[in-house]
């Protein structure tokens, strides 16, 4: 029996996880500027989290949840995304309470689970980083959220970023508009999908998202959300353009954007980037928007929300492409290279006593002579070989070399146990 990996999932191995937690450092740094804080919610929530917030008529509801019952005969699902879960755990741990400095700001890093096709940058398991943004409706909010999107692609090394941004207005906009929608796309209706015929009453716009080629022939014509919002919808887009311009910050209006999730309202967007790693033309790598009746929905106060959400797989292909520098591979300090049996206490106990002073240390286990382990020195690159032999035994003293110098030394052994840091002065 041969184990395989299931379908969809990948390993992360040593090498590659380095480029992970230069993203996750990075995205942590530039959080931090912005005051969010992270937050770690379970893998699993109950089904009704995501069927309550994502919508009954979308994808992931319908087509991608993992969901199951467990032992107990509850319902149960791995998350399919982040959002959901952030926002059950605001409303039942009161983070809009008097104590919580507003707003509430939060990201999230992890594992993300669809039932989907894979391929390229399209996995079952997946990582998200995710940002979230509680308790204000100001536009300067939602245009915080999209220059932090921005700043932390460009912190990733990637700026030929699109971003296009839409509004879906407020529930007035959108029950006027999603009616308009209904009247253009009901003579059609023999010649939609499937799926675009069940949505076309229960949720229209989602067909505006559709990726079968019989919908999105009728996009192109669809009425435009931007000509039925009301006063207040509009005075709110119009601010959040303002502001984006004020920071500089370009942008394209795709009016016929809605999102893959159903809660959103007023403003959306989307980063896009144009590169040959994920298939041709844009694709989108950042998504987000406002959602003020999320945590409504899920048992909380009137309390709005923006946030995004990017996909570690995509962002990780990208950055490989477009050549990003990965800071170098960590090396390893120093190599102790014991001769013979004698010396098998003492190399421990110095590799022990290097860490103990914070120096990255190894040594032989696999009973290698001499030149084998120097060797291995060399190719894990140890900026300081150290070696422990008769002669050193007896003499209580270890031999250490500069790698890239060449300078060389023999120092008393307990001068390397305590005071590593003053024995390499001297030959550095
Ligand atoms: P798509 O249209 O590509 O299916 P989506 O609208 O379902 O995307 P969101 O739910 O907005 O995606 O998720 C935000 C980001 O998460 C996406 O832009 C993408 O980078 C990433 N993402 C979504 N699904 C997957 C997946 N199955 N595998 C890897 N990354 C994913
Ligand atoms: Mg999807």
Not at 184 to 203: A, C, F, G, I, T
């Amino acid at each position: 029996m041969r184990y395989q990996r299931p379908k969809g999932t990948a390993d992360i191995l040593p090498g590659e996880s380095q480029h992970w937690q230069y993203v996750e450092a990075v995205a942590r740094q530039v959080f931090k500027k912005y005051r969010f804080e992270e937050i770690r919610t379970p893998l699993f929530e109950n089904f009704e989290v995501f069927s309550r917030t994502s919508g009954d008529t979308s994808d992931i509801v319908t087509k991608e949840m993992y969901d199951f019952k467990d032992k107990g005969d509850r319902h149960i699902s791995l998350r399919p995304e982040g959002t959901a879960g952030v926002v059950r755990a605001f409303v039942e741990n009161k983070l809009y309470g008097p104590e919580v400095q507003k707003p509430f700001k939060t990201y999230y890093m992890g594992q993300m689970y669809r039932y989907e096709r894979p391929q390229s940058g399209r996995q079952r398991e997946f990582h998200q980083i995710g940002v979230e943004a509680f308790g204000s409706d100001e536009p300067a909010l939602d245009v915080e959220v999209i220059a932090m999107g921005r700043d932390l692609f460009k912190h990733f090394g990637i700026d030929n970023l699109r971003l296009a941004i839409n509004t879906l207005g407020d529930k007035e906009s959108r029950d006027s508009y999603r009616q308009a929608l209904i009247d253009y796309l009901e003579p059609h209706y023999d010649e939609l999908s499937e799926d675009s015929q069940v949505r076309l009453h229960k949720n229209p716009l989602r067909v505006l998202d559709s990726k079968d080629e019989k919908d999105k022939k009728f996009v192109a014509d669809a009425p435009s959300i931007l000509d039925y919002l009301t006063p207040a919808a509009q005075a709110h887009f119009d601010q959040v353009k303002s502001l984006l311009t004020a920071l500089g910050i370009d942008y394209v209006v795709d009016s016929t954007m809605v999102r893959g999730l159903d809660y959103y309202n007023h403003t959306i967007f989307e980063f896009m980037v144009d590169s040959k790693a994920l298939g041709h033309g844009y694709t989108t790598v950042c998504a987000g928007g406002r959602y003020n009746g999320l945590v409504e929905e899920l048992g909380g106060p009137e309390v709005s929300g923006v946030g995004f959400g990017l996909g570690m797989e995509r962002l990780i292909l990208l950055m490989e492409a477009e050549g990003v520098q990965f800071p170098e591979e960590h090396h390893l300090d120093a190599y102790v290279v014991g001769i013979g049996d004698e010396a098998n206490a003492t190399t421990l106990q110095v590799v022990q006593a290097l860490r103990s002073q914070d120096y990255s240390a190894d040594r032989d286990y696999l009973a290698r002579k001499p030149k084998a382990q120097f060797k291995t020195a060399d190719r894990l690159s140890a900026a300081y070989t150290l070696t422990v032999g008769e002669a050193e035994l007896a003499a209580k003293t270890i031999h250490v070399k500069n790698m890239a110098s060449g300078n060389e030394v023999t120092a008393p052994l307990a001068d390397v146990m305590t005071h590593f840091a003053e024995v390499i002065s001297n030959i550095d």
